[in-house]
């Protein structure tokens, strides 16, 4: 079975800084997605990037990056220029490429904006 | 297009109570699922549906039933609740392996 551990349960940024969260997973497939889900206190799971096993190169989305090394299993995000509006929880999930959609979460890590 | 909708938003239920949590999608996916959110938890599969008529266990399926009769609709049933319940529930639609998985706004259910 897949796992996807966040270590990080907690962390802060001061605003404009640039902050990396981290998150290793485990899986015997070669070809699987990873993704990043922000949720805001609205409760909303919002998707902030998404990365396909197959591609070595890594997902960016505006100020959102992901740093996928897969012999290592690990698929940090790195956010750039932290604004109060990134204040969340940040959950990494695995999702096979075949078959029914079926998401693996980490834990999470409540991210705190400092301004 | 409303996406992807859950009703109710909130509910309160004692101990023993049953409930349905509403889940419908527009948007013609066949591939439909339930988790539910615990702190420190993560969110974890509960239920999950690859079209009508068919639906599957997920990781935690103990005391929850489902079905799914029509495309657009995936109910999920708590036929006795307990305090374990006690969580914020998420529906999803997507319309294949490949594709853009969509989620629910989310219900958060207390049980006494």
């Known amino acids: 079975a897949q796992t996807v551990t966040q270590s990080q349960p907690e962390m802060s940024v001061q605003e404009a800084e640039t902050v990396t969260l981290s998150c290793t997973y485990d899986?015997?497939?070669?070809?699987?997605?990873l993704f990043w889900y922000k949720q805001p206190p609205s409760r909303q799971m919002i998707l902030v990037i998404r990365?396909?096993?197959?591609?070595?190169q890594n997902a960016t989305e505006n100020r959102f990056s992901v740093n996928f090394q897969k012999a290592a299993k690990s698929f940090s995000l790195k956010i750039s220029d932290s604004q109060l509006g990134d204040a969340a929880m940040y959950f990494c999930?695995?999702?096979?490429?075949?078959?029914?959609?079926?998401?693996?979460f980490g834990q999470g890590t409540r991210l705190t904006i400092n301004p | 297009n409303a996406g992807v909708t859950q009703t109710p938003k909130f509910q309160v239920l004692k101990t023993g109570q049953s409930m349905t949590l509403q889940c419908a999608q527009d948007?013609?996916?066949?591939?439909m699922s339930w988790y539910r959110q615990d702190p420190g938890m993560g969110l974890r599969l509960i239920h999950y549906?690859?079209?009508?008529?068919?639906?599957d266990q997920g990781e935690v399926p103990n005391g929850y039933n489902v079905s799914r009769s029509t495309t657009e609709d995936f109910p999920l049933r708590l036929l006795s609740a307990a305090p374990s319940q006690t969580s914020v529930y998420f529906c999803?639609?997507?319309?294949?392996?490949?594709?853009?998985?969509?989620f629910g706004p989310g219900t958060r259910l207390t049980v006494l």
């Open positions: 999930a695995y999702r096979r490429f075949q078959g029914a959609q079926k998401l693996v």
């Open positions: 899986t015997s497939e070669s070809d699987y997605y």
């Open positions: 990365q396909e096993a197959y591609k070595q």
């Open positions: 948007m013609n996916h066949e591939y």
């Open positions: 549906s690859v079209g009508a008529g068919i639906t």
């Open positions: 999803t639609s997507g319309q294949g392996p490949q594709r853009e998985q969509f």
